[in-house]
């Protein structure tokens, strides 16, 4: 049983089109997170949720917005898709609150998201 | 500038050549540096959390270290196994707003039979 799954895997699209990705984690965990990995391999966070609580929210633009709907899911819709948006995006969940230094992360397989 | 610098990019090893990995910060109010390993096509997968200079954790063939400013996983006869990307990150201290987690860009490590 998967414990951070997330769907789709791959996903192709055009430039202006919108689009989503959904998480579900079944760790009972009370933070969840979605992380984008660049072209460079960095890996940095975007949002941060804890018990559908938006606690974290970094410099991303606002074609961006995260939905939690209940605890166990971490949804990420984006609008009007940019070329600059091709990335690996990932869910990510944690026992601990974000923020917090013991926040030890439990990562899905991540969706490849090219935007042609 | 990087927060979090790991190096080598990349490094081969043959079986049972012992070496190590660097990751070297920059960030003034550490509180943690954790270490990840990262499969193609998979997402990062926690190792081990060193939270003061000075602290080891070891598990099977992977021995983490950390000093004030940098961090070596030395892995120890390695195995084909072992081949995955090895991901540093710290984590910062920013007073009163939350903290924040600094991703390297990861070292990947190659064991040939």
Redesign the interface.
């Known amino acids: 049983d998967t414990a951070v799954s997330q769907t789709p895997k791959y996903l192709v699209t055009q430039m202006g089109n919108d689009k989503s990705i959904k998480c579900e984690q079944n760790l009972g965990h009370d933070t969840m997170y979605w992380y984008k990995q660049d072209s460079k391999k960095f890996l940095k966070i975007m949002f941060s949720y804890n018990n559908k609580e938006l606690i974290i929210n970094e410099t991303v633009p606002n074609r961006f917005s995260p939905k939690s709907p209940d605890k166990a899911h971490l949804n990420l819709h984006i609008n009007s898709l940019e070329l600059g948006d091709s990335a690996v995006y990932f869910c990510a969940s944690s026992q601990d609150r974000a923020g917090t230094v013991s926040e030890k992360l439990f990562f899905g397989s991540g969706t490849q998201l090219s935007v042609l | 500038e990087d927060q979090v610098t790991q190096s080598p990019e990349a490094l081969r090893l043959q079986e049972g050549e012992s070496s190590s990995l660097n990751c070297s910060y920059t960030v003034s109010g550490l509180?943690?540096l954790?270490w990840?390993r990262q499969d193609p096509?998979?997402?990062?997968?926690?190792l081990f959390?060193l939270?003061s200079a000075g602290e080891e954790k070891e598990k099977e063939r992977l021995k983490a270290t950390l000093t004030k400013k940098e961090s070596f996983l030395h892995i120890t006869a390695p195995k084909p196994e072992d081949s995955a990307?090895y991901?540093c990150?710290v984590?910062e201290?920013r007073g009163s707003?939350?903290?924040?987690?600094y991703?390297?860009?990861?070292t990947q490590l190659t064991v040939w039979p």
């Not at chain 2, 096509?41 to 926690?46: D, I, L, M, R």
């Not at chain 2, 991703?103 to 990861?106: H, I």
Request: aromatic share 24%; no cysteine; net charge positive.
């Open positions: 509180r943690g954790f990840y096509g998979k997402g990062p997968e926690f959390t939270y990307t991901l990150a984590y201290d707003t939350l903290g924040r987690l991703f390297g860009r990861g």
